[in-house]
């Protein structure tokens, strides 16, 4: 994983850490030939783990900050197979073909899985640090048919104090993974 300290970074744009990163790109399960679709692309973080894992990555972000911010990062780590697309990800899926999806952005979730689901997508891991979104997606997913995993993931970070080491725990993310069965 790159560290987190190497991405360009953007006031107000968020990106997801890396130890999140190592987590949800194992559960994506991905193989050289998959093309992937990033919903919410935020600062990129996602979109360059998987392009160097991936044939194509297809990014979509409806924040121009959070498109530029993700453009600076797949220049500065030389990614050459993604492109990134301004927009809500609900008027933009269509426009693309790929086989796997990872979403870090959860505006209109449901209205998104609706649409996956049309398109027969094999795996969809998505990363939330809402409670109620969380719920809400693992239902989504249950009433389209998938096979659903989820789990919470703590990170804690160590520091050096005058006494000795401590860990400073990051809120909990909820990593959820759908399959087709
Ligand atoms: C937590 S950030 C993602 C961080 C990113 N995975 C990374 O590694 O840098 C979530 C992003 O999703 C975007 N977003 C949320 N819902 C969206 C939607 N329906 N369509 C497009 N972008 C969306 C937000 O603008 C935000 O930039």
Redesign the pocket.
Known sequence: MIQDSE?FRMEG????KEEI?AVSIGKLNLDPEDVVL??????????VEISKRSKFVYS????ED?KN??LNNLKKFNVENCTVSL????D?ISKFDFNKV?I??????EQ?LEILKEKNIERIVV?TIVLENSVKIINKFEELGYNVDFVNVSVSYGKKINSGHIMLSKNPITIITATLK
């Open positions: 991405f744009v968020p990106i997801t990163r990033d919903i919410g692309c935020g600062s990129g973080g996602m979109s979509i972000d409806n924040s959070a911010t993700t927009g809500n990800a609900e933009l990872f870090g952005g959860t505006q209109n979730i998104i990363n």
